[in-house]
T-cell receptor, first 108, second 113 residues
Framework: GIQVEQSPPDLILQEGANSTLRCNFS?????LQWFHQNPWGQLINLFY???GTKQNGRLSATTVATERYSLLYISSSQTTDSGVYFC??????????FGTGTRLQVFP | DTEVTQTPKHLVMGMTNKKSLKCEQH?????MYWYKQKAKKPPELMFV???????INESVPSRFSPECPNSSLLNLHLHALQPEDSALYLC????????????FGPGTRLTVT
């Protein structure tokens, strides 16, 4: 089955810093989503981005499907950005495979 | 509105108990999913329902029994669970199996004693 790897596993930032999170996947995908899991466990949809580039406020994402990777950019980080960031991908309908996540801590 | 609701938020049950988790969405989505997430691990797919029919069962033990009474509601019936079944149970929905963006509920944190 498809393998989804994320890096780095942990990231510690000071408020205001920028960061880039990476997601590599082992096969062509029909779905690529980025999520933020808050400390209470809620998975919040950030981007649905099987290809191309999208922006939403301080966050943006780029997926290069032909090279099998996706990047999530966080600019001017805030303490509320802390949590775990997951990318998830699937080849066939339904079966969303999650990466191992990047744990982000933002300190004031 | 992209809201999926789950009840209860927390559940503590003994190994001989029977309990149910409930998931609801009113977005007109026709595919619904159950995921299990252990501490410090990513979510893992358990079941997929499409148009109220079970379409994927990821070799989940029979002590977990899903049910989809209608297109808005998804239940997970629990019976004779083990302590290792303690986890966060997440429900998700998408417009259809062919529409891939999934939206997740807040989860039920289950502890089996």
């Amino acid at each position: 089955g498809i393998q989804v790897e994320q890096s780095p596993p942990d990231l510690i930032l000071q408020e205001g810093a920028n960061s880039t999170l990476r997601c590599n996947f082992s096969d062509s995908v029909n779905n690529l989503q980025w999520f933020h899991q808050n400390p209470w466990g809620q998975l919040i949809n950030l981007f649905y981005i099987p290809s191309g580039t999208k922006q939403n406020g301080r966050l943006s994402a780029t997926t290069v499907a032909t090279e099998r990777y996706s990047l999530l950019y966080i600019s001017s980080s805030q303490t509320t950005d802390s949590g775990v960031y997951f990318c998830a991908a699937c080849i066939f309908a339904d079966k969303l495979i999650f990466g191992t996540g990047t744990r982000l801590q933002v300190f004031p | 509105d992209t809201e999926v609701t789950q009840t209860p938020k927390h559940l503590v049950m003994g190994m001989t108990n029977k309990k149910s988790l409930k998931c609801e969405q009113h977005m007109g989505h026709r595919a619904m999913y159950w995921y299990k997430q252990k501490a410090k691990k990513p979510p893992e797919l358990m079941f997929v329902y499409s148009y109220e029919k079970l379409s994927i069962n990821e070799s989940v033990p029979s002590r977990f029994s899903p049910e989809c009474p209608n297109s808005s509601l998804l239940n997970l019936h629990l019976h004779a669970l083990q302590p290792e079944d303690s986890a966060l149970y997440l429900c998700a929905s998408s417009l259809s199996r062919e529409s891939y963006e999934q939206y997740f509920g807040p989860g039920t944190r289950l502890t089996v004693t």
